[in-house]
């Protein structure tokens, strides 16, 4: 499928505009223009009076049971914005919370600090005008531990639910501290949040009276978690750091190595040997059909629907895309960090996965830059799969950013990213096919020369052409530069490139 008659279908994005290509009006000449273009840029639109606006609609389809921000969350933001705060040095821990519960925070944060151990809080000293969401998400990120007060307020708002998803991203040990009883808390969770934090021991202090008693086993837990941390750094410390490239034949990993899925505790039979016994592949129909009627019922227990989970196994079982799974992609899915799991126990862990990564890079989200900013800090091999799984989510949106994000913690010899990447410039929405090329742009991918000149010369859409055009002249200087001792690292932070002409050499 290539630029087809689809595109010229394709309607106008409203709310959309594609990352930062040059305008057709802008100059492309022999005059050696130059343009930078910034991987993480945010989609945007103008508004009547041609100004800038954030775009902060929102995709029905990026995951279940996922509210945006509440009208009282809305304007506690603004709040947030002038009232929270804190010195943007790295600190031992990062708190979340809901602003409805500052007086319990200033107890933590009081009780905190007289152990020992610095803290993170959004309280004070944020002034008006500074991208305090930003701020907040760098914080969790430089973050040793992170530390959520759970209530019914925080357990509901769109803040709190990202703040720890992104805890969750970066794999940060997490400790939840609930300030009201276990049972009203948990009630108003989502599925995904309920699922984080399933694998993690709670520190109750519903109870006022025993605020010091429950204060102690937690100091004891955290300052433990210190000197654990701290260790590994010694250990590490000098060592370069080898990032293998991913391959098929290794198992996957988790996103956060601090937090596992406690198993099922009923003894389960194989779901392939039930089913298909000896079969080495069988029709993705009947794989599904299979499912369904194992599953559902367990789906609804952990409030995950059949329509949102069906299109993420496809996604991981069908990476060939031929409608066929193969008793091999069936063990590389059960297998994680080299272990290999019950089939159930895998499809939670790929819901609560999925569930996290929209939390965090969806359009909605309110840490999605911070995250996309600040991948190198703490991308894996689980991370980078966790994008590409992203790359084939149902929402264009989220299709984009995660082609983007792939940019900035892959290199052009991961062939795998480079494959998923090329089978997105055929994608029918245009800002994944523009996101698409300034990503393969950015890798300085050789291997995609070929799809990139056949879009530069027949998409219907000209910021798409343009966009081709660009990551064709990114691709072909880096091989002359890469000649050169001057030449520019493949994973800095920006793409720069010059303009020539007005056709890109082949």
């Known amino acids: 499928m290539g630029a087809s008659s689809s595109v010229h279908k394709h309607k106008k994005d409203k709310g959309r505009i594609s990352p930062n290509t040059p305008k057709s009006g802008d100059p492309i000449d022999g005059s050696n223009h130059r343009q930078e273009c910034v991987v993480e840029d945010i989609p945007q639109k103008r508004n009547q009076d041609g100004e800038n606006q954030e775009v902060t609609t929102k995709s029905k389809s990026t995951s279940p049971q996922v509210e945006g921000p509440s009208a009282q969350d809305s304007q506690v933001g603004m709040e947030r914005q002038t009232e929270r705060s804190s010195s943007m040095e790295p600190k031992d ?9 500052r007086d319990k925070m200033r107890m933590m944060i009081d009780a905190l600090e ?17 991208e305090f969401l930003n701020k907040i998400g760098q914080a969790i990120i430089d973050a040793k531990l992170f530390l959520s007060l759970l209530s019914t307020r925080s357990a509901t708002s769109k803040y709190c639910k990202d703040e720890l998803a992104l805890a969750y991203v970066s794999s940060k040990p997490i400790y939840p501290c609930m300030i009201q009883p276990h049972k009203q808390v948990t009630e108003v969770m989502d599925f995904g949040m309920r699922l984080q934090l399933a694998p993690i021991r709670w520190f109750d202090f519903s109870d006022e009276d025993d605020f ?15 000197a654990e941390i701290g260790d590994e750094a010694n250990r590490t410390e000098g060592s370069a750091k080898k990032h293998k490239q991913i391959t098929r034949k290794e198992t996957r990993t988790r996103l956060n190595v601090h937090q596992i899925l406690p198993p099922t505790e009923a003894i389960m039979k194989d779901f392939w040997a039930v089913h298909f016994k000896n079969k080495e592949n069988v029709p993705l129909e009947e794989f599904m059909s299979a499912f369904k009627n194992d599953c559902t019922e367990e789906l609804s227990k952990i409030g995950v629907t059949l329509e949102w989970i069906i299109p993420v196994l496809k996604e991981e079982l069908d990476e060939e895309r031929d409608d066929i799974i193969t008793k091999e992609s069936y063990e590389y899915f059960c297998t994680i960090d080299e272990e290999r799991l019950d089939f159930w126990d895998r499809v939670k862990e790929q819901a609560l996965e999925r569930y ?10 309110t840490v999605r830059i911070d995250a996309i900013q600040n991948l190198a800090k703490f991308h894996t091999r689980s991370v980078m799969e966790a994008m590409m799984d992203l790359c084939a989510d149902k929402d264009d949106n989220v299709r984009a950013v995660a082609s983007l994000s792939l940019a900035r913690v892959a290199d052009g010899k991961n062939l795998r990213v480079i494959r998923r990447l090329l089978r997105l410039l055929k994608d029918r929405d245009r800002l994944v096919r523009q996101s698409c090329c300034l990503a393969l742009g950015h890798m300085r991918a050789k291997q995609a020369i070929p799809s990139l000149v056949q879009l530069w010369r027949n998409d219907a859409i000209s910021n798409v052409r343009e966009a081709a055009q660009i990551a064709l002249h990114i691709t072909q200087n880096a091989c002359t530069l890469n000649s050169s001792k001057n030449a520019r690292p493949c994973n800095s932070i920006s793409i720069e490139y010059h303009v020539t002409n007005n056709s890109p050499m082949t």
């Open 93 to 101: 821990l990062m708190i979340s919370y809901s602003h409805q519960d």
């Open 114 to 130: 007289k152990a020992g151990i610095s803290v993170w809080v959004d309280e004070t000293g944020l002034k008006a005008g500074v």
């Open 212 to 226: 010091q008693g429950s204060f102690d086993k937690l100091a004891t837990c955290i300052k433990q978690k210190l």
């Open 356 to 365: 996290t990564m929209l939390e965090v890079f969806s359009m909605d989200s």
